[in-house]
């Protein structure tokens, strides 16, 4: 552990931060699964939804420095793949 007062600030925040970003990607993982799901039993109009939902999350965190904006990209447009594929 750190003895310098800013450095244990520092242990403090960065844990914080790690607790967040954390639970951001779990959460977009859950909504990617369900997405997943959705796609599987072919039902468009959930997919739809929960695409939206998953890209604004996807977004954000690119936004929040958690992904890097290629990697955001590259899943939204993965997702957005699926979702015209069973609308054919």
């Known amino acids: 552990m750190a003895n ?4 244990k600030k520092r242990a403090k925040t960065n844990e914080k ?3 967040i970003n954390l639970a951001r990607k779990t959460e977009i993982k859950t909504i990617i699964k369900k997405y997943s799901s959705a796609i599987e ?3 468009v109009q959930s ?9 604004s999350k996807i977004r954000r965190a690119a936004g929040k420095g958690l992904f890097k904006k290629n ?7 993965r997702l957005t793949k ?5 609308q054919k």
């Open 82 to 86: 699926k979702l015209v594929a069973i």
């Open 41 to 43: 039993d072919k039902n």
């Open 4 to 7: 310098i007062k800013s450095a």
């Open 47 to 55: 997919a739809k939804d929960l695409l939206t939902l998953a890209e």
């Open 17 to 19: 931060r790690r607790k």
């Open 71 to 77: 990697t955001a990209s590259r899943k939204v447009s």
